[in-house]
């Protein structure tokens, strides 16, 4: 069981990193990227990482994303 | 070989993430999408920390009461917790140097940008 | 064609590190090096020696403090990179001399610059942000006070009240959130991790003769936990203040 | 007084302290942020000098942050090479004196950044001691962060839209180098369990993990090749040193790119006392880039008309010089080449501040706006062919010695091919001073700016006067480095074990 949602968990974020790779929408491969780092944050908790989880969950899902989607919102959301 | 590979299938899973960050922030021309890709690079590099630091059964390194061995090894934590502020400053730097280039050339592709040099 | 060159290259550059890391110490191992030599300390001896039962937190405050003590100058040089860069007219009630920043060549012209007027707030997104504040505030405090204990520190804390910090500024405007750090204290309170993780440290260096030391007594165990809950607080308000001055000079720009 | 223990720690968080303080000083009036810079600088100076007259007295020693033995907590190290800091602070101080004028008279910064730029500068330079002095590697990655991201942002402060580019560009690649250093980092934790460099120096040997080991040296070399500029990746070094103001175009191109080379010493001292890992194949392929670097580096500063630019490539060709000298591996070399990291440093400097000078007083910045400029510029256009003679290396002044020693390593290390590359990068050079002495003292000037001007006002011209005569004095008194340098790398070349 344990086994399994590693491998599913290691699966998803190579495919959500893959998603963000071939979004043109910029704002979509921000959010894209943000359910990644919410997914590395899942996968760490299950490492035992609790410390570590919840920093990523605040600033990598958060901070990031917000600073991401300001930059977006200043520039410009298509990628050309 | 391959069974090594296996067994340490969080570290395959890490270089995997590191290099589709790389091509990310080789192939694509947008500089908030190099970026993107630098931020899942970055994250790549913090999991193989994390899972050095892993044990089998273990909990986290939290004593007190009612908590039993084995832990896992506290010190990747706090090199990753220590890396993760790094990224995000270095992202926040990035962002504001991409918002200036916006504001003064109009473009963020980096193809464009170097024709205007 | 460029994408397919650049990929077969990464692939070249993935196999030596494939190899390699197959090589590594088998993942998960209790008796790899990694949980054999310095851990292993921490772990057997690290509540009473660090003084904290987090030893994640006992690592990042004590054996390894100046890695911390270096994370939050890292997180300043950004603040003071971000202003740097950013700053292109006079601040809020700063010298209000002739502005000097009529380099852009033409902002109007762009397409996209019309995002200067933001749509309006969704009054539902507008009432849940501001009831939540309250409890996301008292949710960072416990999150800054207990690191020691549980997980949790003051990095995490000061990331939750900057994140509330920059949902109150969407909401209720800028003005209104720039009163809680007015132009005078706001220096202080983003240099408020290095200060107290320096006062901190000369204190050490004065009573146990190393930067950075905390009393190994028994008998003080309240004065190292206090002095590591200062850091901690001190940490949680300069991240916090940290991310939102970030924020707000990014909007502002 | 030397023996006070506190000094190390005092050294690197002078400036860092520094840097929070100096908002909170300069609140009030923003006049005082170059001051507070310039005193923070002093106090770490006196620090540097009492550290440096311990080392010399006593051999290398150690402090223990928190007073946690080796290798449970972070250790500061300070050996030989960490003397390096004396040039940190020199130049630093130096640069924080320049800026005074400097920063007022850039028309595209507004004047609210000044401050900032002071703060950063002194960042800049903290981050920089840190790295030198540390003995844990972790810790040498936070401190190589810190350097970097006030590095970037010191290259964008000009604010001119080309700086934004260079800053982005040198930001993408640092950031990239930074992580591939984290990368390895991790990896030698993984198969050691350390991350004191002299405990991981110990214990790499009994791994037997030589497949990480190898990964780990080849991505560290790799990180830090980025950061000294070294032929591959030395795309991002141009743009951002020439376009950088000159105080900061001196300390990056003096002090930030031999980071990475002291970065790359400390890994050959893990590596080598080990001895997991042959390193003779690494070592040829540094020699080969560092030729390739020496004559490519050269061949451009030829060509180029922006005199800027011209130094930046120049650095780049002067980087290859030190590479050489490592990859050569023998007694002579390795110290020529870690002589040439301290005269490279001042020699550089020399130059950026004198140009910055030409181009403060003019408003040009290329050979063709300039000429003519000897006559009403005499002082600063001596000191750049000071600067310009030592960068050749010819005899009396201080880029001959380390050649010499270099090329000397490179026939004892039966390679004389190199001691050729490195002659023939000299002649190349020695070209490009040619075009600066005509065009400076030999050509009518063409703009009336030139002949308007004035030397520099002291802030600027005596920083720039100091650092030429300094170049003269380390061709004479180049022995003193020399012989402190060498005990170092005898102990470099004598592994553990043997």
Known sequence: MSLTFDILLLLLLIVTALAVAWTKDLLAAAIIFSSYSLMMCLLWQHRGAPDVAMTEAAVGAGITTVLFLVAIGRTTRREK | MLEALWNNVDYVASVVLFCIGLYIIIAKNNLIKKFLGLNIMETAVFAFIIALGVVDDGSPPIMGEGASGPFASPIPHALVLTGIVVAVSTTALALSLIIRIYRQCGTIEADELREME | MKKALVAALLIIISIPMLIAVAAMPPHGDADSPVHTHVSARYIEHGEEEAGAENLVTGVLLNYRGLDTAGEVIVIFTALMAAFAVLITHPGRGEESGPTTAALDPEPGTEPESDSKAPPPISPVVSFMVRLLTPFTTLFAIYVILNGHVTPGGGFQGGAILGGMFIALTIVLGEDKVRTLLPRRAAPWMQGAAVFAFVAIGVIGAATTGYFLGYPTDASLHLVRELMMVVIEIGIGLGGAAIFATIFLQMEAE | ??????????????????????????????????????????????????????????????????????????????????????????????????????????????????????????????????????????????????????????????????????????????????????????????????????????????????????????????????????????????????????????????????????????????????????????????????????????????????????????????????????????????????????????????????????????????????????????????????????????????????????????????????????????????????????????????????????????????????????????????????????PAVQRLLTPLGG
């Not at chain 4, 250790?75 to 040039?87: G, H, K, M, N, P």
């Not at chain 4, 602070?89 to 800026?99: K, R």
């Open chain 4, 1 to 486: 007084m030397y023996t006070w223990p506190h000094w190390l720690p005092l050294v690197v968080l002078t400036p860092l302290l520094g840097a929070a303080l100096t908002p909170i000083v300069s609140l009030r009036t923003r006049h005082v942020a170059p001051w507070w810079a310039l005193g923070m600088m002093t106090v770490t100076s006196v620090a540097a000098g009492m550290l440096i007259l311990r080392v010399a007295l006593e051999g290398p020693f150690s402090y223990l942050p928190g007073g946690w033995v080796r290798p449970y907590g972070i250790e500061l190290r300070f050996d030989e090479f960490s003397a390096s800091i004396s040039v940190i602070c020199l130049i630093g101080w130096l640069a924080v004196l320049y800026s005074f004028r400097y920063t007022e008279w850039l028309r595209e910064v507004p004047k609210q950044r000044i401050p900032y730029y002071y703060a950063l500068l002194l960042l800049n330079l903290g981050g920089m001691i840190g790295f030198v002095v540390t003995g844990d590697l972790f810790n040498l990655f936070v401190f190589l962060e810190i350097l970097s991201l006030s590095g970037y942002a010191l290259v964008a402060v000009s604010g001119e839209h080309i700086a934004e580019m260079a800053a982005f560009k040198y930001l993408l690649m640092g950031a990239i180098s930074s992580l591939i250093v984290l990368f390895s980092v991790g990896i030698l934790f993984g198969i050691t369990g350390s991350l004191n460099m002299a405990d991981v120096a110990s214990r790499l040997g009994d791994t037997g993990s030589v497949a990480p080991a190898a990964l780990a040296l080849g991505m560290l070399t790799v990180g830090f090749m980025v950061k000294a500029a070294l032929f591959p990746v030395h795309i991002w070094l141009p743009d951002a040193h020439s376009i950088a103001p000159s105080p900061i175009s001196a300390v990056l191109s003096g002090l930030v790119v031999k980071l990475g080379i002291l970065g790359m010493l400390r890994l050959y001292q893990i590596y080598y006392t080990s001895g997991i890992i042959d390193l003779f194949v690494l070592n040829q392929i540094l020699v080969w880039l560092g030729a390739i670097s020496i004559i490519m580096g050269a061949f451009f500063a030829v060509f180029q008309d922006d005199i800027k630019l011209m130094l930046a490539y120049s650095t780049i060709s002067n980087i290859g010089y030190i590479v050489m000298g490592l990859g050569l591996f023998t007694n002579f070399s390795i110290i020529g080449g870690s002589v040439h990291v301290f005269n490279h440093a001042i020699i550089k400097a020399t130059l950026f501040f004198a140009a910055g000078a030409m181009i403060y007083r003019t408003g040009y910045r290329t050979l063709s706006d300039l000429r003519g400029i000897g006559s009403s510029m005499p002082l600063t256009s001596i000191a750049i062919s000071i600067g310009a003679i030592s960068i050749v290396g010819i005899p009396p002044t201080a880029g001959f010695l380390c050649k010499w020693y270099i090329a000397l390593g490179a026939f004892e290390a039966n390679q004389p091919f190199f001691g050729f590359v490195l002659i023939f990068g000299a002649l190349l050079i020695f070209v490009y001073y040619i075009r600066m002495v005509n065009a400076f003292y030999f050509q009518a000037p063409v703009r009336q700016e030139v002949v308007d001007a004035t030397e520099a006002p002291a802030s600027m011209l005596y920083p720039t006067l100091l650092l030429a005569a300094l170049c003269l004095i380390m061709g004479v008194l180049g022995r003193i480095p020399l012989a402190f340098i060498e």
